[in-house]
């Protein structure tokens, strides 16, 4: 069963693009799923949004016309990351260096049936992810003492949900629902610490193993690149799959006002796998590759609860609110890694995180003319990174979201969704060890496309 669902993951992807998988919206999540909502800033929980109202409130199927649809779509997201060494004045870009990664694309696919009382609905959407890309030559790639390494500093994660979801009509004002998710996680990653970052860790009790000797009888030591990355579509260095899901409910308190409530559980992931090399950088016996297994343990997507509300003005004008927390505390403590060389020596990391639980108010409106619906929207979120623990290839830091959209009917049963979101340039500056050597400044800004083919039959 896993071959065949990310055969056909894979495929779909294939077909749809060329470039690779993904990047960062709401830290690892989109602003919204499906060109609907992320028009609308990311709102979902209490109008119909289509096939993706899966992702964020399964009772919103019920909201859908009566019949089978197909949602056909692609997620298309353009990054501008800088770092800035605030020590020497350098700076380096996020950048397509290699095949691997940038602009990020991921698939939207459903298929969802609504029948009386009873909605169905199966898809494979993107939940989220980050990519960044620094190449070999840039300050990051130079070790403790101005080393250079020539070693590369990247990343890429990638979270695909395959929910079942049904909704029901328990009475004309009550509608609830609900989906289990298949939860396909994968990463690469290629990044360099420092010896002062692996002192740093070691001093707080952060790393271990009979590796750690090896790396301090070094005659010289300046740092460890940890690399695992695979330069495939979808394919990643490590990944795992999980279960994840979601209740909803929505409550008609008239014929135009639509309450709206849905929580999405912590995801339920094993532990991400892959082969991996671990280098150690000394300035007299040069770079030592050891070749070995690694995992990152526990990587799990938060628990989100949602609250929305719209109201139809009138035939023309739709307005819609969602209020959302995520609990990324729980989830993101820190990123615990594991490596194994191929002899049996290992080494155990704990690189610090502790995000903080965030609140996300996003709003949009609708306008219907004729065969046209124009939307527009914003969200607006708290930070969830702290500026002492993040890394340069995990920049996840937007917060404030501005997006449009348009929908045209071709006809009763066919019609295309687009969706343009910008997220607005944020900066953060982090000059605490462990998780940088030298102080730095991150500023991140995007542009996500997102559009899809809707046939109803």
């Keep these: 069963m896993k071959r065949i669902l990310i055969g056909a993951i894979s495929t779909a992807v294939l077909v749809t693009t060329s470039q690779e998988v993904l990047a960062t919206s709401d830290v690892f999540r989109f602003v919204g799923h499906g060109p609907v909502s992320a028009a609308m800033g990311g709102a979902a929980t209490a109008f119909d949004v289509g096939a993706a109202g899966m992702m964020t409130n399964p009772a919103t199927l019920s909201l859908m016309s009566p019949g089978s649809e197909i949602h056909l779509g692609l997620d298309v997201v353009m990054s501008d990351i800088v770092v800035k060494n605030q020590a020497t004045g350098e700076s380096t870009s996020s950048r397509d260096h290699s095949k691997n990664r940038g602009p990020y694309a991921a698939p939207q696919l459903a298929y969802t049936y609504h029948s009386g009382s009873l909605g169905l609905g199966f898809g494979v959407f993107a939940q989220g992810g980050v990519g960044t890309e620094y190449g070999r030559s840039s300050f990051l790639s130079r070790a403790t003492g101005g080393l250079d390494t020539g070693l590369e500093n990247s990343s890429r994660l990638l979270t695909l949900n395959i929910p079942f979801a049904a909704s029901y009509e328990i009475n004309d004002n009550l509608t609830v629902g609900a989906s289990v998710d298949a939860v396909w996680q994968g990463l690469n990653l290629e990044m360099l610490i420092g010896a002062d970052q692996v002192g740093s860790l070691i001093g707080a009790g952060r790393v271990r193993g009979s590796l750690v000797p090896v790396l301090g009888g070094l005659p010289d030591f300046r740092g460890a690149h940890f690399s695992f990355t695979k330069n495939e579509p979808v394919a990643s260095g ?220």
Excluded: C
């Excluded at 505390?329 to 194994?340: L, N, P, Q, T």
């Excluded at 155990?348 to 065969?371: C, E, H, M, R």
């Excluded at 969830?384 to 340069?392: E, G, H, K, P, Q």
């Design 238 to 457: 490590v990944d795992a799959w999980g279960i994840g899901g979601r209740l909803g409910m929505i409550y008609k308190v008239t014929q135009y006002t639509v309450l709206g409530a849905a929580y999405s559980m912590e995801s339920r992931m094993a532990d991400m796998e892959g082969n991996a090399t671990l280098t150690a950088v000394d300035a007299v016996v040069g770079q030592v590759a050891l070749a070995g297994k690694i995992k990152v343990r526990d990587f799990q997507t938060p628990a989100q609860l949602n609250l929305g509300i719209s109201h139809q003005l009138n035939d023309q004008w739709l307005l819609a609110a969602d209020v959302s927390r995520i609990f990324w505390k729980h989830a993101m403590k820190d990123i615990d890694v594991g490596f194994v060389e191929d002899n049996g020596a290992n080494i155990d990391i704990l690189l610090p995180q502790n995000y903080k639980d965030q609140t996300a108010l996003s709003f949009g409106v609708a306008y219907q003319t004729g065969k046209w619906t124009l939307r527009g929207g914003a969200r607006i979120a708290t930070q969830a990174l702290r500026s002492d623990t993040i890394f340069a290839v995990i920049p996840a830091i937007p917060t404030t979201f501005g997006s449009a959209g348009l929908s045209y009917q071709f006809s009763s049963v066919s019609r295309v969704d687009f969706a343009w979101t910008h997220s607005f340039k944020k900066k953060m500056d982090n000059s605490s060890q462990p998780n940088t050597s030298e102080p730095i400044r991150v500023e991140h800004a995007q542009d996500s496309i997102s559009a899809a083919y809707i046939y109803g039959f």
